[in-house]
């Protein structure tokens, strides 16, 4: 038996049958296959998004600069970043959205370089501060692996619909934050990869 993440409301149901509508005029108006061009400015803005939550400074024409293996000069960790982000980005379609393995892997894409152990669940404390306090202690190291199994379980298993599933998996694992650091940017790209399996691009 799949574990419950929520309580299903009509608001939830209601809000999920519009985004599956408005997903049907996307379609239909082809802006689900944009031109060459357009998709890359959309890479782009959605890396600079991404990373600029997490304080990275480059601009959206440093990335492109990178993008286009020209030379930027800007904090190496911030050009490490983006250099990462984009073989995330540029692999989408490689990830199996309902695969733990594959998660591994996108994390260790996005974070090699930057961290001790890419693509390894944390084994030690994390906990997610804020001013002076802790706002968030996550689940202890040693369970990490058992409750992003159970996820995955869900994604695979659950009845819900996969936008559902997007926004409850990305709740649910930023609440166990799985890693030592880059769960933010996990969390972005991985619900950006369920929902492609929702709504695949061509």
Known sequence: MVHKYYEGTPQIINLSAEIGRLLGVVDATHL???????????????????????GNTLSEDQITAIMDNKRVIGPSRDIKEVENAIQGYDNLSNFDALS?????????????GLVDMPGQFRTGSVGVIQGDRIAHLAPPGWNVDNLMTSLFRYLKEGEDNLIIKSCVFHYEM???????????RMGRLWQTVILMKANPRV
Request: proline letters at 4%.
């Open 174 to 184: 930023e609440f166990i934050h799985p890693f030592m650091d880059g769960n933010g």
């Open 32 to 54: 689900r296959k944009p031109q060459t061009e357009l998709r890359k400015k959309n890479k782009i803005k959605t890396i600079r998004a991404s990373l600029g939550i997490e």
């Open 100 to 112: 733990k393995e594959s998660y591994l892997e996108a994390h260790r894409l996005l974070m090699s």
